[in-house]
């Protein structure tokens, strides 16, 4: 069955994520949100988001206690369209240090790390990290060769397709991930001398560590794209 407009989204409740917001982003964009804990709900969605604020040990729990970890490794094993906001992006990583040592979904290999003393000129920044920052395509996409053999634009056919490069997003974080494999990083983006993974797209998963539905109309495209995607990865299945 073709979808035309309005894809099914589930939008995973457990506990720790600002679920209205990114619901509300959802439907102003056109898809349809269904905020859910439920495994059947997920794995029959046409794409899931898995939001978050708060500590990664405690989320983790979480999931677990929900049984929810297998539905969300089965969903984005599978191609369904994920997306990971903020402490979402972070759980879907290996593992986290963030409170003692704490093992992630793995559905993308690394590690997510604390900011150890960012500075700017002379002054320490303060931790956590808040506010409005740019994303910028990494060095290695700038000069026009992509993170992707034949790819032009690191950006296309991602969320971030219709963002300029050095765009504001918003920001509220102490840790942030490093993918074991570069290639997989979408936007940097820089506090104080660090230069960190703001976003990063591996096969149909995509993550991001600032909460575009907290980013104006710049994240709002984001989330108008995502939608996209979803339409045209279903649709080319149906063909």
């Known amino acids: 069955m073709r979808i035309e407009a309005s894809p099914r989204v589930a939008i995973v409740d457990y506990g720790l994520g600002n679920l209205f917001s990114v619901a509300h982003a959802c439907a102003a964009t056109g898809s349809t949100p269904v905020i859910t804990s439920s495994e059947a709900e997920i794995l029959n969605s046409d794409a899931v988001i898995l939001p978050g604020v708060g500590a990664f040990g405690d989320a983790m729990q979480s999931l677990r206690g929900l049984d929810l970890i297998g539905p969300l490794r089965d969903a984005a094993t599978s191609g369904k369209p994920l997306m990971g906001i903020c402490l979402g992006l972070q759980l879907l990583m290996t593992e986290s240090f963030e409170f003692g ?28 990290h808040v506010g409005w920052n740019g994303i910028f395509r990494p060095p290695g996409a700038r000069d026009g060769g992509g993170l992707i053999a034949g790819e032009t634009d690191a950006w296309k056919n991602t969320p971030l397709e219709c963002i ?13 991930v490093v993918p074991e494999r570069d290639h997989v ?31 104006g109309p710049e994240g709002l495209k984001m989330y108008n794209s995502f939608r996209k995607l979803i339409i045209r990865r279903q649709n080319c299945m149906d063909m």
């Open 101 to 128: 040592n704490h093992r992630g979904l793995n559905i993308i290999e690394g590690q997510v790390v604390r900011f150890q003393d960012p500075q700017e000129g002379d002054k320490i920044l303060k931790v956590p």
């Open 164 to 176: 300029h490069d050095g765009e504001l997003m918003y920001f509220v974080h102490s840790f942030y």
């Open 185 to 215: 990083i979408s936007s940097v983006s820089r506090y104080g001398d660090h230069e960190f993974c703001s976003s990063l797209m591996a096969e149909s998963v995509f993550g991001s560590q600032f909460h575009p539905e907290r980013s």
